[in-house]
């Protein structure tokens, strides 16, 4: 069993539209960061979220925390093909190493 | 900063042959993880360093893999004999203890025939 489920596995829209990848755990975190990851390049840390409920926003990008820390969403108004890639979230342990979930493919066609 | 580097970009290389990746973190940087990415298994932590000491190695795969920190500007990885299944990108991270994100290299795209 993974620690964290992330859905969709794949995603794949038209530019312009909305969506939401989800990140889900039974168990409860203090904090959650959500990753980016281009073909060919590492993953690129885009938010941490610490506190239940919060919502950050990052452009197009909205990110919130469940407010009982055990889930977290990603919602992307009007995306654009720069939008593409693989999203991650990750979680991190006693000692801040981070453990990952399996991510969404998001690809946004022209 | 440059970020963080790691090298070489790709490597092919035959079963059996001794495969040493390399890592330069972030100056000032003080932890140090080295990450496995598959398809089927997607990011899994492999070892982690803390000021140069190894924490916690449980995610090496197996006696054939090790890992050092000689100093605090550089890492390496090792797979002795390489198999086909250690065919992966390897990811090199480092961060400042207190704070919450990595930054990532590019990685090593590592190809054993």
């Known amino acids: 069993t993974q620690l964290l489920e992330q859905s969709p596995q794949f995603l794949s829209i038209q530019e312009g539209e909305n969506l939401t990848v989800y990140c889900n755990s039974s168990s409860v975190f203090s904090s959650l960061q959500w990753y980016r990851q281009e073909p060919g390049e590492g993953p690129v840390l885009l938010v941490t979220v610490v506190t239940g409920g919060e919502v950050k926003k990052l452009k197009r990008l909205t990110f919130q925390f469940g407010d009982a820390r055990k889930d977290s969403s990603l919602h992307i108004t009007a995306a654009q093909p720069g939008d593409t890639g693989l999203y991650l979230c990750a979680v991190s342990g006693s000692a801040r190493q981070l453990t990952f979930g399996s991510g969404t493919q998001l690809t946004v066609l022209p | 900063d440059a970020g963080v580097i790691q090298s070489p970009r790709h490597e092919v290389t035959e079963m059996g042959q001794e495969v040493t990746l390399r890592c330069k973190p972030i100056?000032?940087?003080?932890?140090l993880f080295w990450y496995r990415q598959t398809m089927m298994r997607g990011l899994e932590l492999l070892i982690y360093f803390n000021n140069n000491v190894p924490i916690d190695d449980s995610g090496m795969p197996e006696d054939r893999f090790s890992a050092k920190m000689p100093n605090a500007s550089f890492s390496t990885l090792k797979i002795q004999p390489s198999e086909p299944r250690d065919s992966a990108v390897y990811f090199c991270?480092?961060?400042?203890?207190?704070?919450?994100?990595?930054?990532f290299g590019s990685g090593t795209r590592l190809t054993v025939v």
């Open positions: 991270a480092s961060s400042f203890t207190g704070d919450y994100g990595y930054t």
């Open positions: 100056s000032g940087h003080n932890s």
